[in-house]
């Protein structure tokens, strides 16, 4: 008798919503966001941090980040990401080539490949640390810092949006994977708090 092969079916899409862990956590997939990543020549890399795109000048430190719509973070030397929310990913890959017109670049539209999930409350912090290296407290990991990093083994750029909020940008094939970590990892945080 000749052996089926299982059929691949790829990892369901995460459904947009909140997921209340403790009082003190907070789990959310975020609504779809247009995700471009600029890459500028090396010898370019001083002149494109003046430069504005949507009214956000480009962060000129490395793991920094700036704007509301769109948010700009620079994850390298060289490299930014921006994110919007009202902006598709055709139309801003279109406003980043305008903007950096003079430079040497490479815009990648990966609003299809990203996914953003955002954890909420004091103890984010201590869930991440479970899984990744980073020192990720709130005196290290300033009020705009963004950094890549491996979390549960998966690469991911973390964002420190807020106090006590930190958005976590991950590959959409392994945000499956991902998610159901953190639901793991956080299993008894709630009682670590006096």
């Known amino acids: 008798m000749p052996k089926t092969l299982r059929k691949f079916v790829p990892h369901l899409a995460?459904?947009?919503?909140?997921q209340t862990l403790s009082d003190w956590l907070q789990l959310q997939v975020l609504p779809a966001r247009s995700s471009v990543r600029l890459q500028v020549a090396s010898k370019s890399a001083l002149a494109a941090?003046?430069?504005?795109i949507g009214d956000v000048p480009l962060p000129s430190q490395p793991n920094t980040w700036a704007g509301t719509d769109p948010v700009i973070c620079r994850i390298?030397?060289?490299v930014w990401l921006l994110q919007s929310r009202r902006t598709s990913g055709a139309a801003l890959s279109?406003?980043?080539?305008?903007?950096?017109?003079?430079l040497a670049t490479a815009v990648t539209d990966l609003s299809d490949?990203?996914?953003?999930?955002e954890l909420e409350g004091p103890d984010s912090y201590a869930l991440l640390a479970r899984g990744c290296g980073l020192d990720l407290s709130p005196g290290a990991f300033g009020a705009r810092a963004c950094a890549g990093t491996r979390l549960a083994n998966?690469?991911?750029?973390?964002r420190h949006a807020a106090p006590a909020r930190l958005e976590i940008v991950i590959d959409r094939a392994l945000a499956g994977y991902l998610h159901d970590?953190?639901?793991?990892?956080?299993?008894?945080l709630a009682g670590e708090r006096p």
């Open 181 to 188: 970590w953190l639901l793991d990892a956080a299993f008894g």
């Open 49 to 52: 941090a003046g430069i504005a």
């Open 154 to 158: 998966c690469p991911a750029l973390i």
């Open 14 to 18: 995460l459904p947009e919503g909140a």
């Open 113 to 117: 490949a990203l996914l953003t999930l």
């Open 94 to 102: 279109a406003m980043v080539r305008s903007a950096m017109a003079t």
């Open 76 to 78: 390298a030397p060289d």
